[in-house]
């Protein structure tokens, strides 16, 4: 194969390293465990597998002491010894989300080797989940250059077309994926997101048969049955819809980061005042830096990435999309104050509120570079589960505005049920667990309001019934003048990297209103978490209602 450096799979397979009995303790994240055991109990240097694993351990986890021996152990390898510890490393690394610690692994390799396909590919995916797809691409384009069937690379190159927006693209590049790799998940899900009505009859059959083998891991296997239920979806095929999504969501519930972790909304929701009380001892920041953060908060689901590309779509928006930077400074700031170092963390609000602005600009300067030009005043940033942050967020940055996105409960379960969510979200594959999951919403919600905190709510339904009154009434509570610009979202350039990255592309739709009813007797206990009663149709195709328990549920529409 061209330009390639080493057999990577092929010696890491000898190796043997997945295959150690303490990798599992690696993939579930337990890194201390790992550097634990082989310090007390075993020789972190007799095998390679062993030093791998060590070293794994030690840097995902940040272990300063481990980390030091198993670099300096490493300077004494051969060349290509050390080429796979750091590719290993680095498929770790992007495996457990460290994007920056990935991409300082793989820089030294690809200077080394620049033509090898997987370390292209390793790159270029790194950049596909730090959102960062122009520069990306020369790395993906180079790989597959060097190796035109590479699956890794081809699959990768759907992900680029979905993002960017390039719907037909993505269903040539997934089409031809499938002549030299025919049962690859990523073209199956790339089909079934852009035209899954026109999925073909022999495709559909390879990929259920392939499910429904039990050959696949849990991973691989939800990925499929989902697709599959997205598809029969399109085709009216409500039964069968439901039969494939019911067991994507019991393969889910297998994947080692989501099982044995039961959700409690109880523990959770005591979490979050525990965790609000923190921030009451901090006096807002009055830093300026020219931007006014808007944060877009609540439930998936909700029409938030929709909300997002139209705001997005005005010339002086820049949006972060699902950014991690604030939970990030939400650690920092609970580190400080958890030591009763309260006068550090408020000496760090400037420095954390100047981050902020410096990754926004820079975010934007990407945006620039792939044919926008925006010069920024607002910052749109919808990492959902911010709903949490909302206290030390009104500390941070008194100018932010906050808008909550809403949508019939209902509606909002079917959707979290139906689609593939991280891992994290571990009441994402039980119907039950959902609906704590959005009482438990609810209740932060209520919180806040009950504090007097300003949340401009936007109600999905009302957002795709009435487009434009209901987005200027948006843009005047967050001071935005109007531009037309925000009602041809579909059209932004920008990448877009949520689950709905496909819908946004195309103009305003109703068909998901109330999809809940062609499924009301499977949603029997996600209506009974919600505390809300259904009653069945008692004629084919008179649809279901349902009626709130309580008088304060929210109003439900369809």
């Known amino acids: 194969m061209q330009g390639q450096a080493f057999d990577w799979n092929s010696i890491l397979r000898e190796v043997g390293v997945r295959f150690h009995p303490l990798y599992p303790q690696l993939e579930k994240a337990n890194f201390e465990t790992v550097v634990r055991s082989f310090e007390q109990d075993l020789d972190p240097y007799k ?42 490393w680095a498929e770790e690394a992007i495996a457990h989300q460290q994007y920056q610690t990935a991409e300082g692994l793989i820089s030294p390799l690809l200077e080394a080797y620049p033509k090898d396909p997987f370390l292209n590919a390793a790159m270029a995916t790194i950049c596909y989940y730090s959102q960062d797809l122009s520069r990306g691409m020369p790395y993906l384009e180079q790989g597959l ?14 992900r680029y077309r979905l993002g960017d927006g390039d719907l037909n693209g993505a269903k040539e590049a997934a089409l031809e994926l499938l002549q030299f790799e025919p049962y ?63 067991e994507a969501n019991k393969c889910m519930r297998t994947i080692p980061q989501v099982s044995g972790h039961e959700f409690d909304a109880d523990n959770e929701y ?17 830093l300026p830096t020219g931007l006014t953060p808007v944060f877009v908060i609540g439930l998936p689901r909700t029409g938030s990435t929709l909300l997002d590309q139209a705001l997005s779509a005005h010339p002086e928006t820049v949006s972060l999309g699902e950014d991690d ?24 609000m400037r420095v954390w509120k100047a981050k902020f602005a410096d990754h926004a600009r820079e975010r934007a300067r990407v945006q620039n570079s792939v044919g926008s030009s925006k010069s920024v005043r607002f910052v749109v940033d919808k990492m959902l589960g911010n ?104 059209k932004v350039e920008r990448p877009v990297y949520t689950y709905s990255a496909h819908q946004v ?54």
């Open 387 to 490: 709903s949490r942050n909302v206290g030390f967020l009104k500390k941070l940055f008194p100018e932010a505005k906050f808008i909550n996105t809403r949508r019939n409960p209902m509606d909002v379960g079917l959707s979290i049920y139906f689609s593939p969510l991280h891992r994290a979200n571990t009441y994402a594959t039980d119907l039950r667990k959902i609906g704590d999951y959005i009482n438990l919403e609810h209740q932060v919600m209520n919180y806040w309001q009950g504090l007097g905190a300003k949340i401009h709510p936007v109600t999905y339904e009302m957002l795709i019934d009435d487009f434009e009154p209901i987005l200027r009434n948006v843009m005047q509570h967050i001071g935005m003048a109007w531009h037309d610009d925000c009602l041809k979202f579909h």
């Open 145 to 158: 250059e060097s190796h035109p069937s590479s699956a890794p690379l081809s699959s990768l190159l759907c």
């Open 184 to 246: 690859d998940g990523v073209a199956l899900n790339t089909l079934s997101r852009v035209e899954p009505a026109e999925i073909s009859p022999d495709i559909l059959e390879r990929f259920e048969v392939r499910a429904l083998s039990g050959t696949l891991g849990p991973v691989t296997s939800a990925g499929i049955f989902f697709d599959l239920g997205r598809v029969y979806e399109a085709q009216g095929r409500y039964a069968k819809t439901f039969d494939f999504v019911e």
């Open 270 to 286: 005591q979490r979050f005042e525990n965790h609000c009380s923190l921030f009451d001892q901090l006096v807002p920041c009055k």
């Open 325 to 348: 930077i604030i939970p990030r400074l939400v650690e920092e700031a609970d580190a400080f104050l958890t030591q009763g170092k309260v006068t550090d963390a408020q000496r760090h």
């Open 47 to 88: 095998t390679l597998a062993s030093y791998l694993l060590y070293g794994a351990a030690a840097v995902l986890g940040r272990h300063q002491t481990a980390s030091n021996a198993a670099l300096a152990y490493h300077n004494r390898l051969n060349t290509k010894t050390k080429a796979v510890s750091l590719y290993f």
């Open 505 to 558: 592309r195309r103009k305003i739709y109703t068909q998901s209103v109330g999809r809940w009813q062609n499924y009301a007797a499977q949603l029997l206990p996600l209506a009974q978490s919600l505390e809300l009663d259904i009653a069945m149709p008692n004629a084919i195709g008179e649809p279901p209602v349902i009626i709130p328990n309580s008088a304060d549920e929210v109003r439900l529409s369809g």
